[in-house]
């Protein structure tokens, strides 16, 4: 890197004066930017030096490129542009079930994966994971079919806690209990805190696992306003603590799911605050939280919890084995009630996949797959998120995630996402609509996309006809609305260009 003293590199000199450009608002969303030739022709320097400062803005998330179309400013589809939920104000019981059975009966696993929350088969380390299950078969020999009392293997216990500590976490091995999975972790947390009819406070929109939990358990929801970047809302948060006091509040702070949003620290920090306060525990599911940062990660709110009450949950599902199901808790004041409850439910766990994942985080393997793998999801939301703005209807606002392969699309208004579901599953594609992510299933215009898959020209034309089907619900509800009153109306004449 130079110093200060030294000048910039041609394509970053370019890059700068025309990130210029376009903070000054010369140019608006949709524009077309300059091309690349005549561009090199302005500057005075080669095709490739003009390329590569159009790559860095395409790279900062500011410009997409289109296919033979050149470089376009981003639609307003960022964070940003997307608004904080308005949820209702009362708790509602939760009545997803029968959707989701609907949605998710289908048993054809050929289906383009832009639904489930997987990353690629291909993108995981099976060679190592294969090795390490090996590893672990030997060294256990016959005591790796027999259980795994709770609260689990010492040895992942303790790789877990060290690899927390780093980021400031205040528990050690003795209290976390290993889990299978995460959701099996937040539904311990429920149980320990909750009894059926409380409220408990969650994210809108939520996780559709965790609705269904609260379901399962019959627990009231009551919704919180969450912003697309930066997470769940204090200040409301606050009001419906006074209104309603609910039992807990279950939220993903770092890597929220399905927008893909991280709380500043200093707002965890008020989080935990808050809730200590008012003394109400904190379930903070962080299974996506591996995926946040640049190296270091950022701490999660179990970093900030001086009395116990945040109960964190977590696994290797999101980033490493998912058909493992290992995962954790560590409930701080609450560690007698879960670990009653995981005696008195799944009585015990799998000895061989946790010395297994033991043995790949204290490799370091673990690490440099991470780095791998976040590189890769970092290109297919970019892929994906260039594919959306280019094919979906005018309108179309997407979230932009710091972190996470989750998109949050939200359509115009015309756009029932279940129809949406219903004519992708026809074309073998599967996606998630939005009412499965609210207690009331009231998000009807919006997706969820899975961007942790190869960006083949195949997984991108699934996204182009998505695009396609949302585009052909908003013409027709156009057409309807003319027949009604006469008046000629057509989306495809207000495309971006």
Request: positive net charge; charged residues 20%.
């Amino acid at each position: 890197m130079p110093t200060t003293n030294e000048p910039l590199p041609q394509y970053r000199r370019i890059a700068q004066a025309l990130r210029q450009t376009l903070a000054c608002g010369a140019l608006r969303p949709g524009d077309r930017l300059i091309s690349a030739r005549s561009l090199a022709e302005r500057e005075q320097v080669s095709l490739p030096t003009a390329l590569e400062a159009l790559r860095c803005l395409e790279a900062e998330g500011l410009i997409v490129a289109r296919p033979r179309s050149g470089y376009f400013v981003r639609q307003a589809t960022g964070g940003a542009a997307l608004q904080a939920s308005r949820p209702s104000s009362r708790p509602v019981p939760v009545t997803l079930s029968a959707l989701a059975r609907s949605l998710f009966s289908s048993p054809d696993t050929r289906l383009i994966p832009l639904g489930a929350a997987l990353p690629d088969p291909a993108w995981l380390p099976t060679a190592r994971l294969q090795r390490a299950l090996q590893t672990a078969g030997r060294r256990l020999d016959a005591h790796g079919q027999t259980y795994s009392m709770p609260p689990g293997r010492a040895d992942l216990r303790g790789q877990i806690a060290a690899r927390a500590a780093q980021w400031g976490a205040r528990f050690g091995p003795d209290d976390l209990v290993l889990t299978a999975g995460a959701t099996q972790a937040v539904r311990l947390a429920l149980r320990a805190v909750c009894k059926p009819g409380d409220v408990v406070a969650v994210e809108r929109p939520a996780y559709f696992g965790s609705l269904l939990l609260l379901e399962d358990l019959g627990l009231k929801a009551l919704e919180i306003a969450t912003d697309p970047r930066e997470g769940l809302l204090l200040e409301p948060l606050a009001e419906a603590i006074a209104r309603h006091r609910p039992a807990a509040v279950l939220a993903s702070p770092t890597v929220q799911n399905p927008l893909g949003a991280s709380m500043p620290v200093e707002r965890k920090q008020a989080l935990v605050a808050l809730l200590e306060r008012a003394g109400i525990p904190l379930i903070e599911d962080d299974v996506y939280g591996d995926l946040a940062g640049d190296g270091q990660r950022p701490p999660a709110c179990k970093a900030f919890d001086g009395s116990g009450n945040v109960l964190y949950c977590g696994s290797v599902s999101k980033t490493l084995a998912p058909g493992w199901r290992v995962g954790w808790i560590a409930a701080g004041r609450f560690h007698a009630q879960v670990l009653q409850v995981r005696l008195a439910g799944d009585w015990a766990g799998a000895p061989l996949l946790e010395a297994a994942v033991s043995e790949v985080l204290a490799s370091g393997d673990y690490d440099r797959h991470l780095r791998r793998l976040k590189s890769r999801v970092q290109a297919g939301v970019q892929a994906v998120t260039a594919r959306v703005e280019a094919s979906f209807p005018p309108g179309t606002r997407v979230s932009a995630p710091r972190a996470g392969f989750l998109l949050w699309v939200e359509l115009p208004r015309q756009v029932n996402a279940l129809e949406v579901h219903r004519r992708a599953l026809e074309l073998g594609i599967g996606v998630s609509p939005g009412p499965l992510f609210s207690s009331r299933s009231d998000l009807p215009n919006h997706l969820r996309l899975n961007c942790a898959n190869e960006p083949t020209p195949r997984l991108l034309g699934a996204v182009g006809q998505v695009g396609e089907i949302c585009l052909g619900l908003v013409e027709g509800a156009a057409a309807r609305q003319e027949a009604q009153v006469g008046q000629p109306t057509s989306s495809r004449a207000a495309r971006a260009p």
